[in-house]
């Protein structure tokens, strides 16, 4: 099944997933799980504000501070991509043994995590 009727990005589908564990959290929280900043994370939200995915609201008084929320379908997604994404999972993976994945996703993981290590010693 394609995603390209749905309208929604990959950038997209990273905010959704965050939203969809912790809804309302701040922009500045978003913005670090999906690795973005400034002008482009501004960007995606502009898209997925306009797509009618999320909305914005201030945090208190703190004008520098806003929050996302998803809307109603933001949150139909839910029922959606997951299901998308577990096929090409499978479609990609077709013809690997159980043991090549696990070494795939092992390899994988490595390099997250030596590429976090290295944005924690950037600091």
Known sequence: ECVAHLNVTSSHTLVLCKLW?????PVS????YVEQVG??????LER?????LIFRTQCGKDKRCSR????????NLMEVLPAISRSVLQSVSEGLTQRQIDF???CLNRMLNRE???HLNES
């Open 48 to 52: 997925m504000e306009e797509r009618a």
């Open 68 to 75: 996302i929320w998803l809307t109603e379908e933001g949150w």
């Open 21 to 25: 564990q912790e809804d309302g959290i």
């Open 116 to 118: 976090n290590l290295a």
């Open 29 to 32: 929280e978003v913005g670090q």
């Open 39 to 44: 002008g482009s994370l501004t960007g995606v």
């Open 104 to 106: 795939f996703k092992n």
